[in-house]
């Protein structure tokens, strides 16, 4: 089992050397508990893989994934990069100091307003449509502005519908066909494109889709390189990289992975002359998605047809399970050696049936007041929740060699009138 669990001499879930029950008791429930040097870990191996057989690579992480501010502090100081997908994620990044030049903001569907901010900041920025293009050239000056373009490689993979990102569906990118033209054009108007981004989907396992990825966009620069004169700087690849989440699944072999899209990668450069490019990815999920753990507590079991653990959490804390049916692992924190006994479903406290972290669930017995910790909750946890149902927000605590630092207030009630103004003829 691949899974990222630790267990105490008290039999609670430890997670990065502090105790799951002491930091339910200290910060409340629920909490999402992010362990910083599982990230370091993560990082480090990420980078020191494919930097070791490319050295001219970098990592921008994908922050949608988690935008907590220390996890953002602590990928800095790993001397990562960051792939923004809007002017918000743009503006956290540079106040936490990463400088525009390690920020790539692919934006879609984005204003000409947005487009200036971001080209303000000093970020790199990956257009996605002709339109785009053309908007940033009425608010920059294009003589000498780098950019880059998102292609779609027509090769698309994920871990539900909702998460692929290339082939005819996809909103994302210029098409393969066009990419000739649209260089020509950026250079027409007088920028310098230097770049050229895909990115296939998210949660992948297979490693083949990202071979296929690599052939395609390469195959699309090789063209825009013959046909329109472009010599490119950078490839950027994007990110996709699965975890496991279920205790069958097995974790990406990073050093093979690497080793295998390396040899592609420099095989096409060669093929098309393209020279020596520096290679982008941009992982999110691989990055943070193990290093964190929801911890929520059982307030009510229920046995009615079927039995129901209720927990203090809901869709608006945790909403993969209920958007994209994603399994995560859910173990009783302040009882590990217990064994399974039941099969249960664990239930959130929306009002919506379809608020329900697992159906069917061997777990063992079960008390109310009793931990549970959602575990692989670091990727798309906080950053997706919400305040449905007049919930507040969860807070977050980082842990680091033990000692926990909250990173997040728990939201009050007071936090759901932000905002928001009364007109004066109904106060
Ligand atoms: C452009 C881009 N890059 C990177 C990512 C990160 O994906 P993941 O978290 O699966 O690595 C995404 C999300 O799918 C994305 O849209
Ligand atoms: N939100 C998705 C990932 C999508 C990534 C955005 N392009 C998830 O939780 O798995």
């Known amino acids: ?46 980078y020191n893989a494919f930097s070791k057989y490319y050295p001219d690579f970098r990592v921008y992480y994908a922050c949608k994934a988690n935008t907590n501010l220390a996890v953002m502090r602590i990928l800095e100081s790993e001397g990562c990069c960051i792939d923004a997908v809007s002017p918000g994620e743009v503006y956290t990044s540079k106040k ?47 003589e000498g502005f780098k950019i880059s ?6 090769v698309g993979a994920g871990h539900h519908d909702h998460c692929i990102t290339g082939g005819v ?16 054009f950026a250079e027409d108007l007088g920028f310098t494109p230097v770049g050229m981004h895909s990115h296939i989907g998210s949660g992948i396992l297979d490693p083949e889709p990202f071979k296929l990825a690599i052939e395609s966009t390469i195959d699309i620069a090789g063209k825009v390189h013959t046909e329109a004169g472009i010599d490119f ?3 950027d690849f994007g990110g996709g990289v699965g ?8 974790i990406v072999d990073i050093d093979t992975f690497a080793k295998e899209n390396i040899a592609l990668f420099k095989s096409k450069l060669e093929e098309h002359d393209l020279g020596k490019p520096t290679m982008y990815l941009e992982p999110g999920r691989y990055l943070v998605g193990d290093a964190s753990v929801l911890l929520t507590r059982v307030n009510s079991v229920k046995q009615s047809y079927r039995k129901f653990l209720g927990v203090d959490s809901g869709f608006h804390t945790l909403l993969r399970p ?30 919506e049936s379809g608020d329900l972290f697992a159906r069917d669930r ?10 549970l910790a959602i575990l692989n909750a670091g990727a798309y946890g906080f950053t997706m929740s919400s305040n449905y149902n007049s919930r507040p927000k969860a807070s977050e605590v980082l842990v680091k060699d033990g000692e926990c630092f909250l990173t997040r207030e728990r939201e009050t009630f007071e936090d759901l009138f932000n905002k928001q103004i009364i007109p004066d003829y109904l106060q």
Not at 169 to 184: L, P, R, T, W
Not at 243 to 250: A, G, L, S
Not at 362 to 371: A, I, K, N, Q, S
């Open 1 to 46: 089992m691949d899974l990222n669990i630790k267990i105490n001499d008290k039999n609670h879930l430890d997670i990065g050397g502090a105790d799951a029950c002491d930091i339910a008791e200290e910060f409340g429930t629920p909490t999402y508990v992010i362990d910083e040097n599982r990230i370091r870990d993560n990082y480090n191996r990420f």
């Open 96 to 142: 936490l100091g990463f400088p525009g030049e390690r920020i790539l903001f692919t934006g879609n569907n984005v204003t000409t307003e947005e487009l200036k901010f971001v080209a303000e900041q000093g970020a790199v920025l990956n257009l996605d449509s002709v339109s785009a293009l053309k908007r940033l050239a009425e608010v920059v000056d294009p």
């Open 149 to 154: 373009f998102r292609v779609n490689p027509m």
């Open 169 to 184: 569906m996809s909103k994302f990118g210029i098409m393969d066909n066009e990419a000739v033209e649209v260089y020509q």
């Open 233 to 235: 700087e950078f490839v």
């Open 243 to 250: 975890i496991p989440y279920t205790p069958e699944e097995n």
């Open 322 to 351: 209920a958007m994209y049916d994603s399994y995560h692992h859910i173990v009783l924190a302040n009882k590990m050696d217990a064994p399974n006994t039941q099969e249960v479903d664990i239930a959130g406290n929306v009002c």
């Open 362 to 371: 061997p777990m063992p017995d079960v008390e109310e007041g009793d931990l």
